[in-house]
């Protein structure tokens, strides 16, 4: 049987170059960037290359990068370090309905400790209306947190609009760009973003690594104390082996975007199509425009399916999907993405199935997918 893997929104694969570039620098090098003697120098030089790759792939100056364990990090020192070192100007931060739990989870946190936090609605396609944005600005109004691209639906936020209102205003802009930043070509200074997050495992480099950035001048307070490296932003030795791969990885993404953006839409086309050719019932959650998504995410509600039986059934047949955030330390809980767009009720929480492609698959493969979601279909259907 032929394994057909369609989750890259939960992490790809690492890419044979990465994997080269690691496989030589175990060998080659070992020496604690901090160290002032030939090792430790000949590693320091190899992570500022690093760091100025990173920078260079969103616009940004050298010195705004910091270098952390994942995206999970980067959004919580984003937003704690955020909220902490404004405590004095206001306490309020405002967020989305539809974040990763690594947005969420810190704002409720904050939320406990006294902020006040709101949270915007999303329309039926998943996305905030800048109005929305707008309405909920108030004086003490501190950070606003809204995610580029959401990981279940792979919708689009209106980052550029409300970069521009918040800059007109003084408040900083944090976005989670995990899943933007191996689509979307992204300049923080158009964007007009002050903290932005990625994460290696989602660009074929990995686990383990991931970047904050951080606009030169704004204020945020650390959350580890220690040694002090990345300029006291983010004490503990650096991750260099990681680091190294999630640079290669960037350089093969800067050579690759277009191409890579221009199969993942054809693979979802496809996919769409053979569907539609098999007469399978199925409603898309969010919107198949390219001009709101990105192509690599798909999000399917497949009436009168169970969730749970459905992606098992899959994944016996060789089909690797998700329901959506992959995050929740494997529990299928209804998503929280499909509940702010549809309303708790809506079968959709409980039927719908993520599709996120990367640039291993084919377009054969989508029809073989396309048959054997039709096969479960039927079967699974004449059960009930
Ligand atoms: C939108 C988004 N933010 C944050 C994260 C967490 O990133 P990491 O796994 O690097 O901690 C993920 C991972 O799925 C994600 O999709």
New binding site residues.
């Given amino acids: 049987m032929k394994r057909i893997y369609l989750d890259h ?2 992490t790809t694969p690492i890419h044979p170059s990465v994997k080269e570039v690691m496989r030589d620098v175990m060998e080659d090098s070992f020496g604690n960037p901090s160290s002032i003697h030939h090792f430790g120098r000949e590693s320091r030089k190899r992570l500022d290359e690093a760091r100025m790759t990173m920078a260079n792939s969103i616009n940004a100056n050298y010195e705004s990068i910091i270098f952390t364990s ?4 980067a ?1 919580n020192l984003a937003i704690f370090g955020t909220a902490y070192a404004n405590r004095n100007k206001g306490n309020h931060i405002i967020t989305t309905n539809i974040e ?1 739990h ?2 969420l989870h810190p704002v409720e946190q904050l939320e406990k400790e006294g902020f006040d936090v709101t949270y915007l609605p999303v329309d039926e396609k998943g996305m905030v209306d800048i109005m929305d944005v707008k309405k909920a600005l108030r004086k003490d109004t501190i950070l606003v947190t809204i ?1 580029y691209v959401n ?1 279940e639906t792979g919708m689009k936020q209106p980052v550029q609009m409300i970069g521009n209102l918040l800059r007109s205003r003084g408040i900083p802009f944090h976005t ?1 760009a ?2 933007a930043y191996g689509v979307e070509e992204i300049d923080v200074e158009e964007l007009k973003i002050d903290l932005l ?1 990625t ?1 290696s ?2 660009i074929y480099g990995p ?1 383990g690594v ?1 970047f904050l950035y951080k606009r030169e001048g704004l204020n945020l307070t650390q959350r580890l104390y220690g040694g002090e490296q990345e300029r006291t932003w983010r004490s503990g030795t650096e991750n260099t082996l990681a680091i190294e791969g999630f640079k290669k990885a960037v350089e093969v993404l800067k050579e690759e975007r277009t191409k890579r953006y221009d199969h993942y839409k054809q693979l979802s086309e496809r996919l769409i199509q053979a569907l539609d050719e098999k007469n399978v019932e199925y409603h898309i959650n969010g919107d198949l425009s390219t001009e709101h998504r990105v192509p690599n995410i798909l999000n399917l509600s497949f009436p009168g399916m169970d969730v749970e039986i459905f992606l098992t059934n899959l994944d016996l047949s060789g089909v690797a999907v998700s329901s959506g ?3 929740t330390a494997g529990s299928i809980d209804p998503s929280h993405v499909l509940k702010a767009m549809y309303g708790e009720d809506s079968p959709r929480l409980r039927n719908s199935i993520r599709f996120s492609f990367g640039m291993d698959n084919t377009v054969e493969e989508m029809t073989l997918v396309a048959e054997r979601i039709e096969k479960i279909v039927n079967r699974l259907s004449s059960n009930v």
């Fill in positions: 929104a939960a994942g995206g999970t990090e959004n990763h690594a947005v995610m990981n989670d995990v899943q997050t994460s495992h989602k686990k991931g955030s992959a995050c």
